[in-house]
DNA sequence: CATTCTTGTGGAACCGGTTCCCCTTTTCGC
DNA sequence: GCGAAAAGGGGAACCGGTTCCACAAGAATG
């Protein structure tokens, strides 16, 4: 392999020059520039990343750690980074950290503690204080994609919002019996889900009506098994769901086919995301583009890396009402029109 | 920053001592040992990754190239892969190479010629002839899940023999009226579609029944929308469909609930994969396990690189089949009784 | 025309580790 | 008890870039 001093030779600069040409620092003659990089070109070479990082002090490299990797939103958030760090010639290394395993303390005790990375990008993390710490302890910007705590620029979506228009949504349609099906309780759990749920509640209360929720896995799977529950019992059977997130909006779907109830026309179910399957299952639903927050996210970390001085903004994106064929007025109410398609 | 410089004078040893009582590297006394790390420890050193990577030629990294990121054969591949890396101490850079974007031709003219990584792995790549060059120029080894070409240890689920087994099952049920669902010809498209389909054709021949084959994108929404369209008519409907893979097999399920015909009484369906969403749709289907595979091929590259004599093995996995609910003897048979559970 | 500023270039130090080579002290075999 | 081998440790070279500094030549300034 030739090296950057090969190259100087073959150009008859010296190394100092050649350097200066390559990277674009300092003075140097058009005329030498030229034919330094031609030559450089000619013999193939590519510059040590290690040599430059350690002469530096910088990676050219993002670390993202993120908890799950197979989920939808996650790996559209991953998508989302990757291309912005592609554009900019950024590497990304990846950082896989369950919640409560093993591999997850090595994460963030050995693995982050390296620094191989010029700033960080965390994805829905949710990290308890000795985490919070250790991310802090690097001294590398840090941005974060759904809430971190502070010390960090945070993009997300407003799920109190989100999930207060999904229920504005319900009620407008002459939905009063409306069951949130999530994973958790306001107190505890995923911010994310505490967020949406408390935003369900504080809709409801607000416009006098019955707050009733069913807890579920936040999965495919969990959302199906939870509404069988629910929906088998024709006493506790409301009239409309909305769901913590759109996997579990449509496993609700699924179980209310399964069970004979026909959606939209007895059962109303709206979702939160936008997934891919989304338009498949005609559900209606709240957008949060995932892969643009990712790339937000990315812009902001790439931003403050340019100019330190740079202060990291949190951004709160407002998701967008989707309103497919899966909600409608609830039985036995006089027709209303309403308009369907893509409304704000 | 401490430096093991900074290290080594506040143990009272020189530098050389310092760095080999820390990497294990030549004689150094127990105590010394035992000094020096503690010491260490006790000033929060962590050596500098780039310094020694200068030094040592090894990066500790290994790269991962993959074509998608959000579909979940390649996550779980990931997640596979990350898991064995993370036990090793080994970072994971990932590339996404979306196949046609100019992404994906800077990935393999620019990024990895960079060689930031000790080892490789190709994921579902289906290089052309430029991108497969541009993979042995690196000069490291390489290791794939799915075929990749040559100069390359394999690991792969044996598509053929998975369609094979998988309509074998079916004509055993009784059926004669079998369509594969699946995105490709035999001729081009991806190389696993191709294997599947002509794993398909070959046994169908053998048996003397006719092939019939309908084009589906590969994706749940895609299988769905195939299967609307072929079982929307009554006169090309089959008894039983073998899909591509899971998500096409469960968009088909999906389309035949709307549509009204049973599964698995009127209809029979098997997938390959056993996709997180088999079980919930009752799917038969060949288990395909990628995880392990993603650990298979981590274990393969880490074996290379601790002894390069280590000749790189090809590996071809037997999926084994799962029985669930989706599949039965065709309509109108007399009842079979039929084995439900795991078999091999 | 003398002085200062800008441009262009080379030499050498430096980033922070690892490792080769050499020297000293122990240990071991006979 | 002596020579060889093994163990332990220090100095310095080295990995391959970047950048500081010194210096020279040409351009601009007064």
Redesign the pocket.
């Known amino acids: 392999?030739?090296?950057?001093?090969?190259?100087?030779r073959a150009a008859?600069?010296?190394?100092?020059?050649?350097?200066?040409?390559?990277?674009g620092?300092?003075?140097?003659?058009?005329?030498?520039?030229e034919r330094v990089t031609r030559v450089a070109h000619e013999m193939g070479?590519?510059?040590?990343s290690?040599?430059?990082s350690?002469?530096?002090?910088?990676t050219r490299n993002i670390g993202v750690v993120m908890p799950y990797l197979n989920r939808w939103f996650f790996a559209e958030v991953l998508e989302g980074i990757q291309e912005v760090l592609l554009e900019s010639g950024y590497d990304l290394t990846l950082y896989d950290a369950k919640p409560g395993t093993e591999g997850r303390r090595r994460v963030f005790d050995d693995f982050l503690a390296r620094k191989r990375f010029d700033g960080l990008i965390a994805v829905g993390l949710e990290p308890d204080d000795h985490e919070l710490e250790r991310l802090v302890a690097i001294g590398r910007p840090v941005v974060s994609v759904v809430a971190i705590g502070d010390n960090a620029g945070v993009v997300r979506l407003d799920d109190e919002y989100a999930a207060r228009r999904a229920t504005t949504h319900l009620i407008e349609l002459g939905h009063t019996k409306i069951t949130f099906l999530g994973g958790v309780s306001v107190s505890s759990g995923p911010h994310v889900d505490r967020a949406r749920l408390s935003g369900y509640q504080r809709t409801m209360t607000e416009a006098g009506l019955t707050v009733t929720h069913v807890r579920s896995e936040v999965s495919l799977p969990g959302g199906y098994a939870a509404a069988v529950d629910l929906l088998g019992d024709p006493a506790r059977r409301p009239t409309a769901l909305l769901a913590t997130c759109d996997e579990v909006a449509i496993g609700a779907i699924i179980a209310a086919r399964r069970l004979g109830i026909p959606v939209p026309s007895a059962l109303s179910v709206v979702g939160i995301d936008n997934h891919e399957f989304a338009e498949m299952f005609s559900l209606t639903t709240l957008e949060q583009s995932p892969r643009s927050q990712g790339m937000h996210a990315t812009r902001m970390l790439l931003g403050q890396l340019e100019d330190p001085a740079q202060v990291p903004q949190d951004v709160s994106i407002q998701a967008r009402l989707i309103v497919r064929n899966s909600t409608a007025p609830p039985p036995g109410t006089a027709s209303v029109t309403v308009g369907v398609g893509v409304t704000s």
Do not use: F
């Not at 008859?12 to 990277?23: F, I």
């Not at 620092?25 to 058009?30: I, L, P, Q, R």
């Not at 070479?45 to 040590?48: E, I």
């Open positions: 392999m030739s090296g950057i001093e090969d190259v100087a008859g600069v010296s190394k100092a020059t050649a350097s200066r040409a390559l990277t620092h300092g003075y140097v003659a058009a005329a030498t520039r070479y590519v510059p040590s290690s040599a430059a350690l002469a530096t002090g910088r």
